[in-house]
């Protein structure tokens, strides 16, 4: 017996409906996955923070510190850190001792962190003696445990401030000051005496780091290695590389670049690039670094036919030469009198998708001065500038000049122009060439030449 409500009718437009719109082949739609937040996202904002951020004026910044206080606001240790960071930054270091007399005034415990970047920024500024003073302030004064990342620290700082006694001493008073000497310590001496030239005090570290059993790191075979290939000495340079890889240790991009460099100064190109097709065996990826050793050498040599295949050579492994690399060989053909040849790779390697730096474009630009193609050199200037790069003032001088001697009147104004929003000004014996040269040749016109001090 059929059912009376059953339509077949209204079943096959239902089943019609369902085909037509899609059901059959729509896949089950998933529900999206709620975003996670960040630690930092997730976190409460610090109102003080969030104003010094929008604050620029570095002598504002202990205003605004204080106003907070004077609301009630109470500081944290965030805060106290930022402050000095900022203040640091800005070589307010009047304002940064005001907010350490806070610290101390208060009994304010801070973290290692605060004093780490400061001991950094003063050795920035050469105040190594201040530096070491907040050092040794950091366990009296601040309550402050110093762990051996802030002892290296200073250490390095009096390394680069060449205060080499210093450095000596607290290396050697390390265990009464209860730090254990890891391998970052032995780097920072070893660089030191390594700049110094002084090898032998650099290898009677590394004998004591050894005789310490503190393994060494990549840095420490680096920074050797790079000094004995630097001093010519590659075959010596070669046998501590051995050494490095018999102890088990692999070297890196830098290890092998530096060895290339050495083999390449000492006439050994086809060895060095040897050394680098060696590298996968070894275990580490060939880095445009180690490529660029490779072209630096080739144009220096005026090969610029075999530097040409070295980059298809490195399409060929999909290797996608950089900025770097075109720098290297648009250089040389600016120093060659080859300007039209360094514009020529300069729009090609913007065509490969590789975006011009400032260097590129001073260097085209200082190219075409060179050979005193200076309208060629403003045609690249509108570019460079169009990019958001500007060129040296010396640039702007030789083109200025240029044009005046060449009667581009309105090109000169153009650059004048660009040199005017930039604050930037001709000195007044660049404008004792321009009017001598122009009354010299009977050209000196005086509507062209008010046209010339409107654009200043």
């Not at 709620?34 to 976190?43: D, E, G």
């Not at 490095?244 to 190109?269: D, H, I, P, Q, W």
């Not at 260097?359 to 075409?368: H, K, L, N, S």
């Not at 404008?431 to 200043?456: G, H, K, L, P, Q």
Request: hydrophobic share 40%.
């Amino acid at each position: 017996m059929i059912n009376s409500r059953f339509n077949p009718t209204l079943l096959l437009n239902r089943l019609h409906r369902y085909i037509h719109g899609g059901g059959l082949h729509k896949k089950p739609t998933k529900k999206p996955r709620p975003h996670k937040l960040t630690r930092n996202q997730l976190r409460t904002p610090i109102p003080f923070l969030t104003h010094l951020k929008q604050c620029q004026n570095p002598d504002e910044f202990l205003t605004v510190f204080h106003d907070f206080c004077d609301t009630g606001y109470k500081h944290d240790y965030p805060s106290y850190a930022s402050l000095t960071y900022k203040l640091a930054r800005a070589r307010k270091f009047d304002d940064v001792e005001a907010v350490l007399d806070f610290l101390r005034t208060h009994d304010i415990r801070c973290g290692e962190p605060l004093f780490i970047g400061l001991i950094r920024h003063y050795g920035k500024t050469g105040a190594a003696d201040r530096a070491l003073e907040v050092f040794s302030e950091m366990g009296k004064s601040f309550n402050c445990v110093r762990t051996l990342q802030s002892f290296n620290t200073i250490l390095n700082v009096l390394v680069d401030n060449d205060r080499v006694c210093d450095a000596v001493k607290l290396f050697e008073d390390a265990p009464k000051l209860r730090f254990r000497l890891n391998s970052v310590s032995f780097n920072i001496m070893i660089k030191m005496w390594l700049e110094k030239g002084d090898w032998e005090n650099a290898k009677k570290v590394f004998d004591e780091m050894l005789e310490r059993e503190v393994e060494p790191t990549v840095v420490t075979y680096n920074s050797q290695i790079g000094f004995l290939c630097r001093r010519g000495d590659v075959d010596s340079a070669k046998r501590l590389f051995e050494d490095m890889r018999t102890k088990g240790r692999r070297g890196n991009e830098v290890t092998y670049a530096l060895l290339m460099e050495g083999l390449c100064a000492s006439g050994r190109f086809d060895e060095a690039k040897k050394v680098m097709f060696d590298m996968e065996y070894h275990g580490c990826k060939v880095h445009l670094k180690n490529y660029g050793v490779l072209l630096t050498d080739l144009a220096k040599r005026g090969l610029i036919d075999e530097a040409k295949s070295l980059l298809v050579e490195m399409k060929k492994r999909r290797i996608k030469p950089d900025v770097v690399m075109y720098n290297i060989l648009i250089g040389y053909f600016c120093k060659q009198g080859a300007a039209s040849d360094a514009y020529k790779l300069l729009v090609d390697m913007q065509v490969k998708g590789c975006k011009p730096n400032a260097a590129t474009y001073r260097m085209v630009v200082d190219g075409f001065c060179k050979i005193e193609d200076f309208i060629g050199g403003v045609k690249v200037l509108r570019a460079m500038m169009y990019s958001n790069h500007f060129p040296r003032i010396e640039t702007f001088y030789c083109l200025c000049i240029g044009l005046f001697r060449g009667g581009k009147i309105d090109e000169a104004c153009f650059v004048l122009e660009e040199m005017n929003k930039r604050k930037m000004s001709l000195d007044w014996d660049s404008w004792e060439t321009i009017v001598r040269e122009y009354c010299a040749d009977d050209e000196f016109v005086i509507a062209r030449f008010d046209d010339v001090f409107s654009c200043v």
